[in-house]
């Protein structure tokens, strides 16, 4: 007998009604945090009592309408990037028949607001071109989100001399791409500081998020690449991986006498990414595959932050 309209909808992995109200729910409370957090990045409420206090202003309507606009801003651009990001691998999985559930986005009420979006995909893959397509898809989908974030927010920024900075604050590091995007678009901040608003941290965090998910390692977007281009590569790169991490951790703490942001990376990658599951040769891959692959090797290198955050006294 042949399938019913709704057992194809499902076997094609389209979510049902009550299947989309939990995602719903999460990406409201999400906007909802991220916006928090972008007005407390916009007024410089950096803790968590400060935050507090933008509720209290909210509620009270004493908040100045810029600070509001800004944290609209950094909610929208962080929740496209990860939007974009997940959607990539949701529609990849719907076009090869995958079941996979809509974006989860995890609110949190401090710092950035959220600690991303995932997608479950509960069909196995069944070669390793749709393992390969499926992983490489986030990327590609959220990256151009988080440039043109990354783009305005420098274009936007304001300069301030070197010497004329005072108070606290968190540095930003630079990736190979930021570095060259901030001499390329702001020549006249040579010899000053940048002072970017929430759209460039917004940017910043797509792009780090980016870098995580291309390193080759376990079932990471990275590691499902390698695994699909080279799977006899791919246990020897995820430990390579942890270890590059740890050097990261080892490093700062040998030189500068500090913790590294990168340190609970490390450990989860040595810990938890070292294995991938087993997938099915099926078609080959073909060139036009195994050059992205080596493009999205390229784009870590070129987006990758060795020193992330820095808090300034």
């Keep these: 007998m042949a399938p019913t309209t709704t057992a ?40 968590p009592l400060q935050e507090l206090a933008l509720l209290f202003g909210i509620a009270g309507g004493q908040l100045p309408l810029a600070v509001v606009g800004e944290g609209l801003a950094y909610a929208i651009a962080l929740l496209g990037f990860f939007l974009a990001h997940e959607m990539g691998h949701y529609l990849t999985c719907r076009r090869y028949g995958l079941a996979a559930s809509l974006p989860h986005f995890i609110p949190v009420p401090f710092g950035f607001g959220t600690f991303g979006a995932v997608i479950r995909i509960r069909s196995p893959f069944p070669d390793r071109r749709t393992l390969f397509d499926v992983g490489i898809a986030g990327p590609l989908a959220g990256l151009p989100v988080a440039l043109v974030a990354v783009v305005w927010g420098l274009v936007t920024a304001d300069v301030a001399p070197a010497s004329g900075l005072s108070g606290g604050g968190i540095w930003f590091g630079d990736s190979l791409l ?3 995007l901030q001499h390329l678009l702001r020549p006249d901040a040579a010899g000053g500081e940048l002072l970017v608003g929430p759209v460039f941290i917004a940017g910043w965090l797509g792009l780090v998020a980016t870098a995580i998910n291309l390193s080759p390692a376990g079932q990471l977007d990275g590691g499902h690449v390698l695994f699909a281009v080279a799977p006899r590569w791919h246990r ?10 740890a050097s990261l951790v080892v490093t700062r703490a040998a030189v500068w006498g500090r913790l590294s942001p990168w340190a609970l990376w490390a450990v989860i990658v040595l810990v938890f990414c070292r ?12 060139a036009p595959r195994r050059v992205l692959a080596a493009l999205a090797l ?3 290198v070129l987006i990758f932050v060795p020193a992330p955050l820095e808090l300034i006294q």
Excluded: E, Q
């Design 8 to 47: 194809r909808a499902r076997a094609a992995g389209v979510p049902r009604a009550r299947g989309t109200l939990i995602p719903a729910l999460l990406f409201a409370a999400t906007f909802a945090t991220t916006t928090l957090c972008g007005m407390a990045w916009a007024s410089g409420a950096l803790d």
């Design 178 to 180: 930021t570095y060259g």
């Design 236 to 245: 020897a790169a995820s430990l390579a991986s942890g270890l590059f991490f």
């Design 275 to 286: 294995r991938h599951p087993p997938v099915p040769d099926g078609r080959p891959l073909g």
């Design 298 to 300: 390229v784009l870590f």
